[in-house]
């Protein structure tokens, strides 16, 4: 079963954080570590940071076709910072990873405890989509 | 340089998605199918995926013992990720371009959705992570 583990844990305008360098190399070094046992479990499919969301922006379609395009976002909206997909046994299991995700170590090497969104994933892109 | 384009909605949303005629249904997922066609023999092409229905979705907090703790209850104004593309493109405008697309996909009726897409290039730092 695949599942995507989400880090929604950014704000619109953020760039990078502004934690020591220490700090921000524990944390590296925390998520490599992770990464790095879930490809020797087989249980990793992919991992991707995403670029800070003062980048982001949101297109639509105009009525010409070109592409409008907006960084304008409210302040409540979730950015997705980065995502593991992963293929596991069981949802426990997912669950269990997301909450070693979880506990990366933030400034001052206290765990983050960031909320984790836990999907299921559909097995392939929807056939009719192919 | 890759990107990630965003489809969110919301719980209501996909409701709404839910009450398309067959035929509307259809109809949207053959233009998407296109792009994805379109991508593909671009080279542009690196994945796409659809996620399981928002009612799945589980957020889940590490605790001191090590024990996860899952909740299921979001906010109603929770915008949920309901599918992606990867693209690999020269430029953002072509990122952009592609999410326009995505956006003017038809919905019911053969009136577009403009869906706002939200458009994310991946950290460089972090690709050596992919496999």
Do not use: C
């Amino acid at each position: 079963m695949k599942y995507i583990l989400m880090m929604n844990t950014m704000r619109a305008g953020q760039g990078v954080p502004q934690w020591g360098q220490k700090d921000l190399q524990a944390h590296i070094a925390f998520m490599t570590g992770l990464n790095k046992e879930l490809r020797q479990s087989g249980e990793l499919v992919s991992a991707e940071g995403l670029s800070f969301p003062n980048q982001a922006k949101l297109v639509r379609a105009g009525k010409d076709g070109m592409p409008i395009t907006d960084g304008v976002f409210p302040e409540s909206k979730e950015f997705l910072a980065g995502y593991w997909i992963v293929d596991v046994d069981s949802p426990e299991r997912a669950y269990a990873i997301a909450s070693k995700a979880s506990a990366a170590p933030g400034p001052g090497g206290a765990p983050l405890n960031m909320p984790i969104e836990v999907r299921p994933i559909m097995s392939g892109p929807p056939p009719e989509t192919l | 340089m890759k990107y990630i384009l965003l489809m969110s909605g919301t719980k209501a949303g996909v409701d709404r998605y839910h009450a398309w005629s067959q035929r509307d249904i259809e109809t949207h997922m053959a233009v998407l199918r296109g792009i994805t066609n379109d991508l593909s023999g671009s080279g542009e092409f690196v994945a796409t995926q659809g996620l399981a229905e928002p009612a799945e979705a589980k957020v889940v907090r590490g605790e001191k013992n090590g024990i996860p703790v899952t909740d299921g209850i979001f906010p109603e104004s929770k915008e949920f990720l309901l599918g992606y593309w990867i693209v690999d493109v020269a430029t953002p405008e072509r990122a952009y371009a592609i999410a326009g697309r995505i956006s003017a996909a038809l919905g019911p009726g053969g009136t577009p959705t403009n869906m706002p897409i939200e458009v994310r290039r991946f950290a460089v730092y972090e690709q050596s992570k992919s496999q």
